[in-house]
Protein backbone atom coordinates (compact mmCIF):
# COMPACT_ATOMS: atom_id res chain seq x y z
CA UNK A 1 0.00 0.00 0.00
CA UNK A 2 1.31 3.19 -1.04
CA UNK A 3 2.10 5.63 2.40
CA UNK A 4 -0.37 8.67 2.64
CA UNK A 5 1.38 11.73 4.22
CA UNK A 6 -0.36 15.36 4.57
CA UNK A 7 2.60 18.53 4.72
CA UNK A 8 1.43 21.84 5.36
CA UNK A 9 4.03 24.40 4.75
CA UNK A 10 5.50 27.53 2.18
CA UNK A 11 6.67 27.35 -1.52
CA UNK A 12 9.08 30.05 -2.37
CA UNK A 13 10.98 30.13 -5.48
CA UNK A 14 14.98 30.19 -4.33
CA UNK A 15 17.57 32.35 -5.98
CA UNK A 16 20.75 30.70 -4.67
CA UNK A 17 23.91 32.48 -5.27
CA UNK A 18 27.29 30.52 -5.12
CA UNK A 19 30.23 32.45 -4.19
CA UNK A 20 33.86 31.76 -3.09
CA UNK A 21 33.10 32.94 0.68
CA UNK A 22 29.85 34.31 2.06
CA UNK A 23 29.88 38.44 2.40
CA UNK A 24 30.71 40.00 5.93
CA UNK A 25 28.10 42.56 6.61
CA UNK A 26 28.91 45.78 4.34
CA UNK A 27 31.01 44.30 1.83
CA UNK A 28 30.09 42.92 -1.71
CA UNK A 29 31.52 39.68 -3.17
CA UNK A 30 31.62 39.08 -7.03
CA UNK A 31 29.72 35.12 -6.97
CA UNK A 32 30.37 32.33 -9.31
CA UNK A 33 26.95 31.69 -10.84
CA UNK A 34 23.06 32.51 -9.94
CA UNK A 35 20.08 30.05 -10.30
CA UNK A 36 16.13 30.66 -9.80
CA UNK A 37 14.66 27.16 -8.12
CA UNK A 38 11.58 26.08 -6.24
CA UNK A 39 12.00 25.68 -2.61
CA UNK A 40 10.21 26.47 0.87
CA UNK A 41 10.63 23.93 3.47
CA UNK A 42 7.12 22.41 2.92
CA UNK A 43 7.22 22.27 -0.81
CA UNK A 44 11.09 20.71 -0.66
CA UNK A 45 9.73 17.92 1.84
CA UNK A 46 6.48 16.97 -0.31
CA UNK A 47 8.92 16.84 -3.23
CA UNK A 48 10.89 14.57 -1.23
CA UNK A 49 8.45 12.07 -0.03
CA UNK A 50 6.50 11.77 -3.40
CA UNK A 51 9.70 11.07 -4.80
CA UNK A 52 10.36 8.21 -2.48
CA UNK A 53 6.88 6.98 -3.11
CA UNK A 54 4.64 8.12 -1.32
CA UNK A 55 1.22 9.59 -1.89
CA UNK A 56 1.62 13.58 -0.92
CA UNK A 57 -0.73 16.52 -0.30
CA UNK A 58 0.95 19.30 -0.21
CA UNK A 59 -1.23 22.25 1.78
CA UNK A 60 -0.25 26.01 1.09
CA UNK A 61 -0.83 29.26 -0.55
CA UNK A 62 0.76 31.03 -3.48
CA UNK A 63 0.19 33.86 -5.42
CA UNK A 64 -1.14 34.26 -9.56
CA UNK A 65 2.48 34.82 -10.71
CA UNK A 66 5.04 33.27 -12.89
CA UNK A 67 6.85 32.15 -9.23
CA UNK A 68 3.61 30.29 -8.21
CA UNK A 69 3.57 28.71 -12.01
CA UNK A 70 7.00 27.12 -11.17
CA UNK A 71 5.89 25.65 -7.88
CA UNK A 72 2.72 23.98 -9.76
CA UNK A 73 5.31 22.62 -12.04
CA UNK A 74 7.74 21.00 -9.37
CA UNK A 75 4.89 19.70 -7.60
CA UNK A 76 3.06 18.41 -11.12
CA UNK A 77 6.59 16.78 -11.75
CA UNK A 78 7.46 15.42 -8.58
CA UNK A 79 3.79 13.90 -8.20
CA UNK A 80 2.56 15.93 -5.25
CA UNK A 81 -0.95 16.82 -5.05
CA UNK A 82 -0.97 20.72 -4.49
CA UNK A 83 -3.84 21.60 -1.88
CA UNK A 84 -3.32 25.13 -2.31
CA UNK A 85 -5.22 28.36 -2.11
CA UNK A 86 -4.48 31.33 -4.24
CA UNK A 87 -3.96 34.79 -3.40
CA UNK A 88 -5.39 37.78 -4.77
CA UNK A 89 -3.32 40.17 -3.81
CA UNK A 90 -0.30 38.82 -2.59
CA UNK A 91 2.74 37.52 -4.91
CA UNK A 92 4.37 33.94 -4.09
CA UNK A 93 7.17 34.05 -1.97
CA UNK A 94 10.73 34.51 -2.70
CA UNK A 95 14.10 33.04 -0.84
CA UNK A 96 17.85 34.74 -0.85
CA UNK A 97 20.32 31.65 -0.48
CA UNK A 98 24.00 32.34 -0.31
CA UNK A 99 25.92 29.37 -0.85
CA UNK A 100 29.96 29.06 0.21
CA UNK A 101 31.47 27.05 -2.66
CA UNK A 102 34.28 25.47 -1.01
CA UNK A 103 32.38 23.97 2.36
CA UNK A 104 28.57 24.16 0.54
CA UNK A 105 27.32 25.67 3.93
CA UNK A 106 24.40 28.78 3.37
CA UNK A 107 22.77 31.83 4.80
CA UNK A 108 19.67 32.44 4.00
CA UNK A 109 16.80 34.79 3.92
CA UNK A 110 13.36 34.15 3.28
CA UNK A 111 10.11 36.68 2.59
CA UNK A 112 6.76 34.15 2.79
CA UNK A 113 4.73 36.35 0.23
CA UNK A 114 1.16 35.12 0.25
CA UNK A 115 2.14 32.09 2.30
CA UNK A 116 2.02 34.82 5.39
CA UNK A 117 -1.60 34.21 4.74
CA UNK A 118 -1.92 30.51 5.53
CA UNK A 119 -4.56 30.36 8.18
CA UNK A 120 -6.79 27.98 10.25
CA UNK A 121 -9.48 28.16 7.52
CA UNK A 122 -7.32 26.57 4.84
CA UNK A 123 -6.37 23.88 7.02
CA UNK A 124 -9.82 23.33 7.50
CA UNK A 125 -10.38 23.23 4.38
CA UNK A 126 -7.83 20.64 3.81
CA UNK A 127 -8.76 18.79 7.04
CA UNK A 128 -9.78 15.45 4.89
CA UNK A 129 -6.53 15.23 3.79
CA UNK A 130 -4.93 15.42 6.62
CA UNK A 131 -7.50 12.70 8.80
CA UNK A 132 -6.69 10.20 5.77
CA UNK A 133 -2.49 10.74 6.34
CA UNK A 134 -0.69 8.30 8.08
CA UNK A 135 2.24 10.74 8.66
CA UNK A 136 1.27 15.01 9.28
CA UNK A 137 4.33 17.51 8.76
CA UNK A 138 4.91 20.62 9.31
CA UNK A 139 7.38 23.54 10.28
CA UNK A 140 7.34 27.15 11.48
CA UNK A 141 7.88 28.86 8.04
CA UNK A 142 4.23 29.53 8.23
CA UNK A 143 1.99 31.55 10.61
CA UNK A 144 1.93 29.21 13.55
CA UNK A 145 -2.02 29.17 14.22
CA UNK A 146 -2.19 26.89 10.85
CA UNK A 147 0.21 24.73 12.12
CA UNK A 148 -0.88 24.09 15.30
CA UNK A 149 -4.00 23.94 14.00
CA UNK A 150 -3.34 21.05 11.28
CA UNK A 151 -1.26 19.44 14.30
CA UNK A 152 -4.32 18.98 16.43
CA UNK A 153 -6.62 17.61 13.43
CA UNK A 154 -3.88 14.91 13.17
CA UNK A 155 -3.59 14.25 16.73
CA UNK A 156 -7.53 13.81 17.00
CA UNK A 157 -7.89 11.65 13.53
CA UNK A 158 -5.06 9.14 15.19
CA UNK A 159 -2.26 10.60 12.20
CA UNK A 160 1.57 10.53 13.39
CA UNK A 161 2.41 14.05 13.73
CA UNK A 162 5.95 15.18 12.57
CA UNK A 163 6.57 18.92 13.95
CA UNK A 164 10.16 20.59 12.08
CA UNK A 165 10.46 23.30 14.27
CA UNK A 166 11.89 25.13 11.25
CA UNK A 167 13.40 28.33 10.97
CA UNK A 168 14.92 28.48 15.09
CA UNK A 169 12.19 29.73 16.68
CA UNK A 170 10.84 29.07 20.63
CA UNK A 171 7.45 26.77 20.01
CA UNK A 172 4.60 26.37 22.25
CA UNK A 173 4.44 23.71 24.80
CA UNK A 174 1.27 22.92 23.10
CA UNK A 175 2.48 22.21 19.93
CA UNK A 176 5.16 19.93 21.02
CA UNK A 177 2.46 18.24 23.46
CA UNK A 178 0.92 17.83 19.77
CA UNK A 179 4.27 16.05 17.91
CA UNK A 180 5.01 12.64 18.05
CA UNK A 181 8.10 13.57 16.98
CA UNK A 182 9.91 16.77 16.52
CA UNK A 183 12.92 17.42 14.35
CA UNK A 184 15.69 20.36 14.74
CA UNK A 185 18.62 20.76 13.73
CA UNK A 186 21.50 21.82 16.44
CA UNK A 187 20.49 25.39 15.87
CA UNK A 188 16.41 24.84 16.45
CA UNK A 189 17.16 22.87 19.14
CA UNK A 190 19.45 25.44 21.03
CA UNK A 191 16.70 27.90 20.35
CA UNK A 192 13.79 25.40 21.63
CA UNK A 193 15.86 24.85 24.70
CA UNK A 194 18.27 27.51 25.91
CA UNK A 195 20.58 24.38 25.79
CA UNK A 196 24.58 23.79 23.51
CA UNK A 197 24.02 21.12 21.35
CA UNK A 198 27.81 21.19 20.30
CA UNK A 199 28.38 17.73 20.93
CA UNK A 200 26.20 14.69 21.24
CA UNK A 201 26.15 15.01 24.95
CA UNK A 202 24.59 18.17 24.49
CA UNK A 203 22.05 16.93 21.97
CA UNK A 204 21.15 14.16 24.33
CA UNK A 205 19.69 17.25 26.55
CA UNK A 206 18.33 18.76 24.46
CA UNK A 207 16.16 16.00 23.42
CA UNK A 208 15.15 15.23 26.66
CA UNK A 209 14.59 18.63 27.30
CA UNK A 210 12.07 18.52 24.39
CA UNK A 211 10.64 15.62 25.43
CA UNK A 212 9.78 17.01 28.81
CA UNK A 213 8.01 19.62 27.49
CA UNK A 214 5.90 16.89 25.89
CA UNK A 215 6.83 16.23 22.51
CA UNK A 216 6.79 12.13 21.88
CA UNK A 217 10.32 11.97 20.48
CA UNK A 218 13.17 14.09 19.78
CA UNK A 219 15.29 13.51 16.16
CA UNK A 220 17.72 16.34 16.41
CA UNK A 221 19.45 16.33 13.33
CA UNK A 222 23.59 17.23 13.09
CA UNK A 223 24.78 17.13 9.74
CA UNK A 224 27.69 15.39 8.98
CA UNK A 225 27.17 13.59 12.74
CA UNK A 226 23.93 12.27 11.83
CA UNK A 227 21.10 12.26 14.28
CA UNK A 228 20.28 11.52 17.65
CA UNK A 229 16.35 9.92 18.36
CA UNK A 230 15.37 10.36 21.95
CA UNK A 231 11.60 8.07 22.35
CA UNK A 232 9.95 5.95 24.49
CA UNK A 233 12.43 2.97 23.38
CA UNK A 234 15.37 5.10 24.53
CA UNK A 235 17.98 7.15 22.88
CA UNK A 236 20.10 6.58 19.38
CA UNK A 237 22.42 7.93 17.41
CA UNK A 238 22.37 7.37 13.65
CA UNK A 239 25.49 8.04 11.52
CA UNK A 240 25.22 10.13 8.55
CA UNK A 241 25.94 8.80 4.71
CA UNK A 242 28.52 9.96 2.96
CA UNK A 243 27.47 9.56 -0.83
CA UNK A 244 29.76 12.04 -2.25
CA UNK A 245 31.56 15.46 -2.63
CA UNK A 246 29.39 18.06 -0.55
CA UNK A 247 27.70 20.49 -3.07
CA UNK A 248 25.04 22.39 -1.16
CA UNK A 249 23.72 21.69 2.47
CA UNK A 250 20.43 23.96 1.92
CA UNK A 251 18.04 20.90 1.31
CA UNK A 252 19.36 18.44 3.66
CA UNK A 253 16.98 18.85 5.94
CA UNK A 254 14.15 18.97 3.86
CA UNK A 255 15.21 15.46 2.28
CA UNK A 256 15.58 14.13 5.84
CA UNK A 257 12.25 15.24 7.03
CA UNK A 258 10.44 13.91 4.23
CA UNK A 259 12.66 10.46 3.99
CA UNK A 260 11.49 10.31 7.69
CA UNK A 261 7.82 10.71 7.05
CA UNK A 262 7.75 8.09 4.07
CA UNK A 263 9.72 5.66 6.50
CA UNK A 264 7.14 6.23 9.22
CA UNK A 265 4.25 5.77 6.96
CA UNK A 266 5.73 2.80 5.94
CA UNK A 267 5.72 1.35 8.58
CA UNK A 268 9.11 1.36 9.76
CA UNK A 269 10.45 1.37 13.42
CA UNK A 270 11.66 4.76 14.72
CA UNK A 271 15.79 4.02 14.00
CA UNK A 272 14.82 2.36 10.54
CA UNK A 273 12.87 5.83 9.53
CA UNK A 274 15.76 7.90 11.14
CA UNK A 275 18.29 5.70 9.02
CA UNK A 276 16.20 6.61 5.40
CA UNK A 277 16.16 10.13 6.22
CA UNK A 278 20.16 10.37 7.14
CA UNK A 279 20.41 8.65 3.50
CA UNK A 280 17.99 10.85 1.90
CA UNK A 281 19.69 13.91 3.41
CA UNK A 282 23.30 12.26 2.42
CA UNK A 283 22.88 12.04 -0.96
CA UNK A 284 21.14 15.03 -1.48
CA UNK A 285 23.88 17.20 -0.18
CA UNK A 286 26.07 16.05 -2.75
CA UNK A 287 24.11 18.37 -5.68
CA UNK A 288 23.06 22.13 -5.97
CA UNK A 289 19.50 23.49 -4.94
CA UNK A 290 16.84 22.00 -2.80
CA UNK A 291 13.92 20.62 -4.42
CA UNK A 292 15.68 19.42 -7.51
CA UNK A 293 18.62 17.76 -4.71
CA UNK A 294 15.54 15.70 -3.68
CA UNK A 295 17.13 11.99 -4.73
CA UNK A 296 14.59 9.38 -5.55
CA UNK A 297 13.52 5.60 -4.07
CA UNK A 298 16.36 3.66 -6.02
CA UNK A 299 18.95 5.72 -5.18
CA UNK A 300 18.31 5.87 -1.42
CA UNK A 301 17.90 2.09 -1.36
CA UNK A 302 21.13 1.71 -2.73
CA UNK A 303 22.87 3.98 -0.63
CA UNK A 304 20.94 2.09 2.63
CA UNK A 305 22.15 -1.49 0.82
CA UNK A 306 25.82 -0.70 0.45
CA UNK A 307 26.22 0.68 3.86
Known sequence: MTARIAILGIFVVDATFRTPRLPRMGETVIGESVALSPGGKGSNQAVAAAR??????????IGCDSFADMGLAAWAAAGVEPLVARSDTAATGAAAVLVEAASGENAIVVCTGAAAEISEA????????IRSAAVFVTQFEQPLPAAARALAIAREAGVATVLNPAPAADAPDEMLR????????EAEAEALTGLSVE???GARRA??????????AAVITLGA???????????????????GPVV??????????GAFAVALAEGRDPVSAVRFGCAAAGISVTRAGTAHSMPDRAEVEALLAGS
Do not use: H, M, Q, W
Not at 248 to 257: L, Q, V, Y
Open 52 to 61: LGAEVGFISR
Open 122 to 129: DVDAAADA
Open 178 to 185: LSDYVTPN
Open 199 to 201: DEE
Open 207 to 216: AAALRERGAG
Open 225 to 243: RGALLDGPAGAALVPAFKA
Open 248 to 257: ETTGAGDAFN
